[in-house]
């Protein structure tokens, strides 16, 4: 709005500059036409006569334009009179424009009304020139005529001054009124604006306080949460190093005795295969099966509740993947053979890995305890390879299968990754634990089984970049 009040007011200054201007010219012109008019009398020379009606032309032009903007003529018809009264062309439209809005402000109206007496003024000045010039031409014109006219003359001329004043004092006037309004109203834009921005300024600042309110109180309930926090943490500390002994107690208190009876059976197993007693010796090796498998069950639930406990991510050793099977299937070599089954590794012998060995000693570990209990008189490949990207492990039987619903039950329970559903053994702990700690390794493991359920593949999958692996 300030703009475009600036704008008609820079607008409405130049019309009137122009008109005023013009007046100028218009002037200017009656009193060139007047003096070439009184030499023409004196001395009857042409040249005088043609300067007389080429000068009087810029009044008449002015004239024309007056009685085009009046008769609501076409702009450009109007434009061609202010043309004939020298007006500059640039100020044309302008002029136009204030005569077609201001029109009916009083003090334009005076001004009109003073130039169209001037007009009257230099069309009476043309009809006595002309009656002049056909009494120089017919050589009738005397020295009384000569004074009279001169008299005429001065009359018109005196008359054209005062309407000449007159348009230019009430233009002046009417100019100096639209300007003091327009500067009222530029002046209440402006206080409008600085209010505005006060106002905004104002409500902009309440905000700030408010929010920096907002964030006091928010970082004294972070530092309260981060008290709490700290608390926590130094209190799960300690159950960490609580837990630490606790697990301590049970591997020297449990692991032990079972250290102990596995022995003790093994060597009455040894000294009853001399004796004819076939039963005694079944019972000593079911002993000796029964107190090897507990112990070994009980020493991976010791190394998994110490995953759990201590650091997952701790700096592993490079190490053998074949070293690390092949002990894994000399464990259950001889429970294997119980069962009429022999376990291979066909693990290349130079590939290693710095993967958590304790994570992928349990997961092999119960892969294998489970395809042992469900083969009999077959064979369990144990393997491994690697890529660019994935190592993998696979554990292959010739056992009773997988069914379908075991497979997607297992499928499912590793998708959702609920950690405690994954504790509810429906078909037993072991594979729990495998898909348990896959989810630290951030691994995937898949199930294939043949159509007639003569055997089950497993194959577990890690990301070496994700666990940052060396090969």
């Given at each position: 709005?300030?703009?475009?009040?600036?704008?008609?007011?820079?607008?409405?200054?130049?019309?009137?500059?122009?008109?005023?201007?013009?007046?100028?010219?218009?002037?200017?012109?009656?009193?060139?036409?007047t003096n070439n008019l009184?030499?023409?009398?004196?001395?009857?020379?042409?040249?005088?006569?043609?300067?007389?009606?080429?000068?009087?032309?810029?009044?008449?032009?002015?004239?024309?334009?007056?009685?085009?903007?009046?008769?609501?003529?076409?702009?450009?018809?109007?434009?061609?009179?202010?043309?004939?009264?020298?007006?500059?062309?640039?100020?044309?439209?302008?002029?136009?424009?204030?005569?077609?809005?201001?029109?009916?402000?009083?003090?334009?109206?005076?001004?009109?009304?003073?130039?169209?007496?001037?007009?009257?003024?230099?069309?009476?000045?043309?009809?006595?020139?002309?009656?002049?010039?056909?009494?120089?031409?017919?050589?009738?014109?005397?020295?009384?005529?000569?004074?009279?006219?001169?008299?005429?003359?001065?009359?018109?001329?005196?008359?054209?001054?005062?309407?000449?004043?007159?348009?230019?004092?009430?233009?002046?006037?009417?100019?100096?009124?639209?300007?003091?309004?327009?500067?009222?109203?530029?002046?209440?834009?402006?206080?409008?604006?600085?209010?505005?921005?006060?106002?905004?300024?104002?409500?902009?600042?309440?905000?700030?306080?408010?929010?920096?309110?907002?964030?006091?109180?928010?970082?004294?309930?972070?530092?309260?949460?981060?008290?709490?926090?700290?608390?926590?943490?130094?209190?799960?500390?300690?159950?960490?190093?609580?837990?630490?002994?606790?697990?301590?107690?049970?591997?020297?208190?449990?692991?032990?005795?079972?250290?102990?009876i596995q022995l003790i059976?093994?060597?009455?197993?040894?000294?009853?295969?001399?004796?004819?007693?076939?039963?005694?010796?079944?019972?000593?090796?079911?002993?000796?099966?029964?107190?090897?498998?507990?112990?070994?069950?009980?020493?991976?639930?010791?190394?998994?509740?110490?995953?759990?406990?201590?650091?997952?991510?701790?700096?592993?050793?490079?190490?053998?993947?074949?070293?690390?099977?092949?002990?894994?299937?000399?464990?259950?070599?001889?429970?294997?053979?119980?069962?009429?089954?022999?376990?291979?590794?066909?693990?290349?012998?130079?590939?290693?890995?710095?993967?958590?060995?304790?994570?992928?000693?349990?997961?092999?570990?119960?892969?294998?305890?489970?395809?042992?209990?469900?083969?009999?008189?077959?064979?369990?490949?144990?393997?491994?390879?690697?890529?660019?990207?994935?190592?993998?492990?696979?554990?292959?039987?010739?056992?009773?299968?997988?069914?379908?619903?075991?497979?997607?039950?297992?499928?499912?329970?590793?998708?959702?990754?609920?950690?405690?559903?994954?504790?509810?053994?429906?078909?037993?702990?072991?594979?729990?634990?495998?898909?348990?700690?896959?989810?630290?390794?951030?691994?995937?493991?898949?199930?294939?089984?043949?159509?007639?359920?003569?055997?089950?593949?497993?194959?577990?999958?890690?990301?070496?970049?994700?666990?940052?692996?060396?090969?």
């Amino acid at each position: 709005m300030l703009i475009v009040i600036n704008f008609y007011t820079i607008k409405t200054l130049s019309a009137a500059r122009a008109y005023v201007n013009g007046e100028s010219h218009y002037s200017k012109g009656h009193n060139i036409a007047t003096n070439n008019l009184i030499n023409y009398i004196f001395t009857s020379k042409e040249a005088y006569w043609t300067n007389f009606k080429s000068n009087l032309a810029v009044p008449i032009g002015d004239a024309k334009a007056r009685i085009a903007l009046e008769g609501k003529l076409d702009n450009e018809t109007i434009k061609q009179g202010f043309r004939e009264g020298k007006n500059t062309e640039e100020d044309l439209d302008d002029m136009v424009w204030l005569y077609k809005n201001f029109k009916h402000f009083s003090f334009f109206k005076e001004a009109i009304q003073e130039w169209k007496g001037a007009d009257e003024l230099n069309l009476e000045l043309y009809q006595v020139a002309h009656k002049l010039k056909k009494k120089v031409d017919n050589n009738e014109i005397d020295i009384a005529t000569k004074i009279k006219t001169l008299e005429i003359l001065d009359n018109i001329n005196k008359k054209i001054a005062i309407k000449e004043d007159n348009f230019s004092n009430s233009l002046g006037k009417g100019t100096r009124t639209v300007k003091y309004y327009l500067l009222l109203t530029n002046i209440f834009f402006i206080c409008i604006i600085i209010g505005s921005i006060s106002i905004y300024y104002s409500a902009m600042l309440r905000k700030i306080i408010k929010s920096k309110q907002q964030l006091n109180q928010q970082k004294e309930q972070l530092e309260a949460i981060i008290n709490d926090l700290e608390k926590t943490k130094q209190d799960l500390h300690s159950e960490i190093i609580q837990h630490k002994k606790i697990i301590g107690t049970i591997s020297h208190d449990i692991r032990s005795p079972l250290k102990y009876i596995q022995l003790i059976a093994k060597h009455l197993s040894s000294n009853t295969k001399k004796s004819k007693d076939t039963t005694l010796t079944k019972y000593i090796n079911s002993i000796y099966k029964s107190s090897s498998q507990l112990y070994e069950f009980t020493k991976t639930l010791i190394e998994y509740s110490k995953i759990y406990i201590e650091d997952r991510d701790y700096n592993q050793t490079l190490y053998s993947v074949y070293d690390l099977i092949e002990n894994k299937r000399s464990f259950f070599e001889e429970i294997a053979a119980n069962n009429g089954t022999k376990i291979i590794n066909k693990t290349d012998l130079n590939l290693k890995s710095d993967l958590n060995i304790r994570i992928i000693s349990i997961i092999i570990h119960n892969l294998i305890d489970n395809a042992v209990k469900n083969t009999f008189s077959g064979i369990i490949e144990i393997g491994a390879h690697i890529n660019s990207e994935n190592i993998s492990y696979w554990v292959k039987d010739t056992g009773s299968g997988m069914s379908q619903d075991i497979i997607d039950y297992y499928n499912n329970l590793f998708k959702n990754r609920d950690t405690e559903k994954l504790i509810l053994s429906t078909y037993g702990i072991g594979l729990h634990l495998v898909l348990e700690l896959l989810i630290i390794l951030k691994g995937d493991i898949s199930f294939f089984s043949n159509p007639d359920n003569k055997g089950t593949t497993v194959t577990i999958d890690i990301n070496l970049k994700q666990n940052k692996s060396l090969t």
